[in-house]
């Protein structure tokens, strides 16, 4: 396969025009395409634009058009750049450029976006592997891999964060990775360089309530505080627009999901526990420690069990009730599950 390289590598590159003859850029996550794109735009010089950068629409044109056009030669410049968007991800267009992609021309960038989706033509990238291609692979998030996004892009802001800050932002944005560029920018403009982001800082400028919202939910029921675990409850149900019960069904499923690895760790460990859970500070590991020792392993068993049950009926399946109803009793089964499960 061609060289695969990360967002932060190509990033560099790009800006220090270290440039590769041929980069594919493909997959589900279409913001770092797009951010990529923009960057491959702006490597010539306005002035050598006009006669030397050419965007291209792969539904518009065919691979031989595409590879005419590579095989010009810059007017008065070092280097032309060729950006062929729209790329579909069957093989048929980019197999019509794996000849030109083996032997590329040296005066010219070809970046080739596929956005959307996730190519695996062998023949293409076993031609772009001989031309010393580039492949950037641009993955959708999850549960684990956000949090270091979070933090790179904070510091690559010069911010630094709390822990509990992180998850609150983590929470109310979820994996979303545009919205997490947004709502970072917003800090950017509002904090001075190298402050840090508090819980209180995201409560007063993002909008979420530092004592009331998914990470607080998830430290009462761990430790069993029913009282806490229903006033926070309640806050939700008069604030739905900011705590909808679809991300807190997904917060307490993650919760749950990652106590029973910790369960079934071999290592528990404070460093085996983080390694195992994908984790960054040990203290994200306390809402961990502190359900460990409220709930055995037959307990969470039957508490995903709940979740799921509940996940199901807020969105309409077997019931009608109200979403806040459902999750006050969610919460009462969760805390009492008596940990007989049925197998």
């Not at 967002?7 to 913001?31: C, D, M, N, T, W």
């Not at 009462?220 to 627009?241: H, V």
């Not at 106590?259 to 390694?275: H, N």
Request: glycine share 4%.
């Amino acid at each position: 396969m061609a060289d695969v390289t990360t967002f932060a590598s190509l990033k560099k590159v790009i800006e220090q025009k270290k440039l590769s003859p041929v980069y594919l850029l493909h997959g589900e996550e279409g913001f770092y395409i797009d951010k990529l794109e923009k960057m491959f735009e702006e490597v010539l010089p306005e002035q050598d634009k006009e006669f030397n950068q050419f965007i291209l629409y792969a539904p518009e044109v065919t691979p031989a058009d595409v590879v005419s056009t590579c095989q010009s030669y810059p007017m008065m410049a070092e280097r032309q750049v060729v950006i062929v968007k729209e790329v579909p991800s069957t093989v048929s267009f980019l197999n019509g450029l794996s000849k030109y992609v083996e032997h590329p021309t040296p005066t010219t960038v070809l970046v080739l976006c596929v956005r959307g989706a996730t190519f695996k033509g062998k023949e293409f990238l076993t031609a772009l592997k001989t031309g010393q291609g580039v492949v950037y692979e641009s993955k959708k998030l999850n549960e684990r891999s956000v949090d270091p996004v979070i933090s790179d892009l904070l510091k690559e802001k010069n911010l630094n964060i709390e822990p509990k800050a992180l998850m609150m932002l983590k929470e109310h944005i979820g994996t979303d990775v545009s919205r997490i560029y947004n709502e970072i920018n917003k800090l950017t403009v509002i904090l001075p360089p190298n402050s840090t982001v508090t819980p209180a800082v995201i409560e007063q400028n993002i909008g979420i309530s530092k004592d009331y919202n998914s990470y607080e939910l998830i430290a009462a029921i761990s430790r069993k505080d029913f009282g806490q675990s229903m006033k926070i409850a309640r806050y939700f149900r008069k604030n739905p627009k900011n705590n909808p019960s679809v991300i807190i069904s997904t917060v307490l499923f993650n919760h749950f999901t990652n106590l029973m690895i910790a369960y079934y760790t071999p290592d528990k460990s404070e460093r085996g526990l983080m390694q195992a859970l994908g984790l960054k500070w040990p203290s994200q590991l306390t809402n961990i420690k502190s359900a460990m020792s409220n709930y055995s392993a037959w307990q969470v068993i039957e508490v995903l069990s709940e979740i799921r049950k509940f996940d199901g009926m807020i969105k309409g399946v077997g019931s009608r009730q109200n979403e806040y109803d459902l999750l006050d009793n969610l919460i009462y089964r969760i805390i009492t599950a008596p940990g007989r499960v049925i197998l």
